[in-house]
């Protein structure tokens, strides 16, 4: 695979595989700020094969693909170093055909469907009382003491630890992970000061999304998960967001039960993950 170098690049591959498809087949991007993000931290690379071309984001553990296919040519199969996944959004009923079409390319690139994430969100109603910022706030109804605060830069790696220790391989934020604008991650810590959960989230104009909620397993069933997601929404609250999304495995139980009661509703958007069922080569 080769690095893609700048945005101006990526832009006049990705124009120029297009124009070689008769019906295209693709999940890049309509808004590629996420392009732009790879791109500046050197971890986007690209390759073309039979059926088209790939973009692979490095995310540290694994792959995150985005191809340009003709639904009429010959995939081949594809093969990666690490662990490799396709996100596909879809509204539930819509775009069937597509995914028909979508469907023998990934079995033929050697991808099967991993799991369905299910979009989950909060409308944020009224104005915030002004009780300042979110920080030093004792986590009502545990056993123990928990305070919640913004994580500093330096307890990233303490977040970054929690994360690969709790969390499904694809739901790992990459190794090089570190806040961006607009985002933050809230971590809950004991008495002595060692991280208990945490969760990330970032604020736009419109929603907020939050990811990665982790809680140490001997830390769990102390209402850190619920705090965690209450003072996340308050924040949006705060910033003016109109609204919090967050993605849920559909075999995850608990969690769209504990997101249910917590004002969340499934909109009807599914994201299918179809990853790579082997790799090297």
């Known amino acids: 695979m080769e690095k893609i170098g700048s945005f101006e690049e990526f832009r006049e591959i990705s124009a120029e595989e297009k124009k070689k498809c008769g ?6 991007p309509v808004f590629p700020e996420t392009m732009r993000n790879d791109i500046e931290k050197g971890r986007l690379f690209f390759a073309e094969h039979p059926g088209g071309a790939v973009f692979a984001a490095d995310e540290g553990r694994y792959y995150r693909i985005m191809y340009i296919w003709d639904a009429a040519k010959e995939t081949g199969r594809l093969f990666f170093d690490k662990p490799a996944v396709i996100d596909e959004i879809n509204y539930l009923g819509k775009r069937d055909l597509y995914l028909q079409q979508l469907g023998g390319h990934l079995e033929t690139a050697g991808f099967g469907l991993y799991r369905r994430n299910l979009q989950v969100v909060k409308e944020l109603s009224g104005h915030a009382e002004d009780g300042g910022p979110l920080s030093d706030t004792d986590g009502g109804g545990s056993a123990d003491t928990i305070r919640y605060r913004l994580c500093t830069p330096e307890e990233m790696e303490q977040a ?4 690969k220790s709790s969390l499904d391989l694809f739901d790992i934020p990459a190794d090089h992970f570190r806040l961006t604008e607009g985002s933050a991650v809230m971590g809950a810590f004991t008495e002595n000061g060692e991280m208990a959960g945490c969760q990330w989230w970032q604020h736009g104009r419109r929603n907020s999304e939050g990811r990665h909620t982790a809680v140490r397993e001997d830390c769990k069933r102390k209402g850190i ?6 003072l996340w929404c308050e924040s949006a609250r705060q910033n003016g967001t109109g609204s919090c999304y967050t993605w849920i495995a559909d075999t995850n139980t608990p969690s769209l039960k504990l997101y249910e009661k917590m004002g969340f509703r499934h909109n009807g958007k599914v994201c299918l993950q179809y990853a790579a069922r082997q790799h090297g080569g």
């Open 23 to 28: 019906k295209l087949l693709t999940n890049l």
């Open 160 to 163: 970054g630890t929690l994360w």
């Open 225 to 230: 998960a619920s705090s965690l997601i209450g």
